[in-house]
């Protein structure tokens, strides 16, 4: 047997080593450790908001069924059928009375128990244990604002609150953008980006300050020409790259002052938002804008949910979900659509190029004789603030390095 990894050693506090985005068993070791056996996104409310409402995803490498049951309960059903494995669901979302698989008809309830097999009467007494058939369900599940987060075998070492103890803040000024508090997610779909490359290339770069300029140079050139001057001025904007905790972190991608605020916004849906939440939180949450990590599969990013599956080593999707602000002006949501578009849409100036380079970055991984990938941008300069959360300047690193405290904390947890 070979020698279990020291991944303390491998994902360094300011450096990773290659092997953590090329090598097949280290992506065992994630799915086992981390995507198996902690808090993974699945789902936000709004996706699945009746009875029967049910969608598909992966925790890692495993399908699952997010289903609302009929007495309106959230269920995380593995996608698995207990007689020969058959995935019962085939679709991504949808309403049903119940799953059934289409090999030997076997059904299943939206709480996941066994209704019904095919042909009953082959079964002699004592072959099946109806009961006990059900779909297997997720160890876990709790929820914050919407967002729907399941562990799958086991119920995690923290809560679910604590896991989310330094993010809800910036969650919070998201969804109040919206005056009663709430997103939709999905309304206009999904789009699905696959890429040749690792997962962890996506968590870093969904909280990318320093390629923006380089990577992104069209876009910012047409944003700064449709959306003013606030755009400009990396090195020195003031804006902070955070690790809140738990493998979670936030990039400042803009600060608005009032006066931009009133150009970027109109009236009446400033006013609306300070009528729902008071003056000071709507401007606090028109002012800000972000990016997030949630470690280890999603992130917020202006317009959207981001989530991240790993299909292998050197192989990822991301599925790109626009959020639809409930109970905002339809001309506001029109205009998060149009800029989602802009800069994220599958023929966009901005999104794509990011997958390009992701591409290149898994192709030159090829090159193992280069051990280290660098993440120590600003790490010499890193401060800590009284609430223990590390700060870094936009461009710096902070962010990025942010996931592999709780990477090595998970995955050496599971080697004893
Ligand atoms: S595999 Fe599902 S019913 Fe047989
Ligand atoms: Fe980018």
Known sequence: MNKPRDYGDLARVDRTHVSLYTDPE???????????????????????????????????????????????????????????????CPTEKGNANSFVCPYHGWEFAPDGRLVTVGLPKGYNEGEIDIPKLGLREAAKIDSYRGIIFASLLEVPDITLEQKLSGIRP??????????????????????????????KIQTEGSVEGYHAIFTHQTALDVMARKMGAFLRGFQNSGLKGRDVGYGNNVLEVYKLTDEQVHQRWPKHYIDMLKEAHGEQRAMDALRNRFNLV?????AILEYQFRVIRPIAPDFTEVRIYHTTLKGAPPDINLKRVREHEFFYGPASFGGPDDYAAFDRIQEGFKAQMVPWVHLNRGYLSEQTDAQGQRIGDLTQETQQRAPYYEYRRLMARAEG
């Open 170 to 199: 910036v969650i919070d000024l998201y969804m109040d953008l919206s005056p009663v508090g709430e997103v939709v997610v999905g309304q206009s779909g999904v789009y699905k980006h696959p890429y040749h490359g690792n997962w």
């Open 294 to 298: 949630i470690f280890p599969n999603f």
């Open 26 to 88: 280290v992506f065992h070791d994630e799915m086992e450790r981390i995507f198996y056996r902690s808090w993974v996104y699945v789902a936000h409310d709004s996706e699945i908001p009746n009875p029967g409402d049910y969608k598909t995803t992966f925790i890692g490498l495993v399908p699952v069924i997010v289903s609302r049951d009929l007495a309106g309960k959230v269920h995380v059903l593995v996608n698995r059928c207990t007689h020969r494995g058959s995935t019962v």
